[in-house]
């Protein structure tokens, strides 16, 4: 699946400030080096780098359109193109870092022990991740997706919750956290501007996959019957604003002692 850098920085604003929210939520860090799974193009990675100047820090994505735009301008990140669901870190880490990637990682059961595990003691796992699935954009996606001539091609992409809630994430994470696991979620009210505001959104994530497996007249036919439903839920205000409520989870947790 390719990603579009382009067509996911065209709600640069919205899909930028989370990962600043985390990271403001990251305090002081122990020795070593650090790492941002799913760096995408660049801009928290060079953040983290700016904050942290004198540090090993390698930025990974799968993404060779991200990380090409990531890497253009130069710095002292180390960009690596690689498949987060069997990438291991080669030495301990004082920070592991993701936002809104780990919700295409299936198995978080499994992923965030291991994430941990990576960790030196005291060194910190922050994640944030969508949980909106439940929410009018991903159900009439999933919808249309089931109901139309491409339902075979479409169905086995279909993940209807790949994000766990806030007790569950608590009771995965509580054996290898030092006390003081922050868990929190936020509901981010997007004000969006634009025609067919909430498909062009989702275009550049939730519906790249969809998109990606159709070609032609039935990609065509399916945005389309994405785009009637879409606009019903998320009709237009006054303004010409259309609002997009977005619910995400955020993780800051601090492993223990090995």
Not at 15 to 21: A, N, Q, S
Not at 70 to 92: F, G, H, M, Q
Not at 96 to 114: K, T
Request: net charge neutral; glycine share 6%; hydrophobic share 45%.
């Amino acid at each position: 699946m390719a990603w579009d850098p382009a067509t996911y920085l065209r709600f640069s604003d919205e899909r930028l400030r989370p990962g600043f929210d985390l990271l403001a939520r990251v305090g002081d860090l122990p020795p070593g080096p650090m790492a941002e799974l799913g760096c995408g193009t660049g801009v928290h990675a060079r953040a983290i780098a700016e904050r942290w100047p004198d540090r090993a820090f390698t930025a990974i994505d799968s993404s060779p359109e991200m990380l090409t735009q990531a890497s253009a301008a130069r710095s002292s990140i180390r960009w690596v193109e690689a498949d987060l669901r069997s990438w291991s870190a080669p030495e301990k880490l004082a920070l592991i870092f993701s936002n809104a990637v780990l919700q295409w990682v299936d198995d978080h059961e499994a992923l965030f022990p291991r994430l941990m595990r990576m960790l030196v003691p005291g060194g910190v796992l922050a994640v944030q991740m969508p949980r909106n699935f439940d929410e009018p954009s991903h159900a009439l996606m999933r919808e249309v997706a089931q109901l139309g001539p491409w339902a075979a091609t479409l169905k086995p992409l279909l993940r209807p919750e790949p994000v766990a809630g806030p007790e569950v994430t608590y009771d995965r994470l509580a054996p290898l956290a030092r006390e003081g696991l922050d868990i929190w979620e936020t509901v981010y009210l997007h004000v969006l501007s634009g025609e067919d505001a909430v498909l062009t959104w989702m275009r550049g994530t939730a519906l790249r996959p969809l998109l990606t497996a159709l070609a032609g007249a039935e990609r065509e036919a399916f945005e389309r019957a994405c785009a009637e439903r879409l606009g019903r839920a998320y009709p237009r205000r006054a303004d010409g604003h259309t609002l997009l409520p977005f619910r995400r989870i955020f993780i800051v947790a601090r492993a223990k002692g090995n």
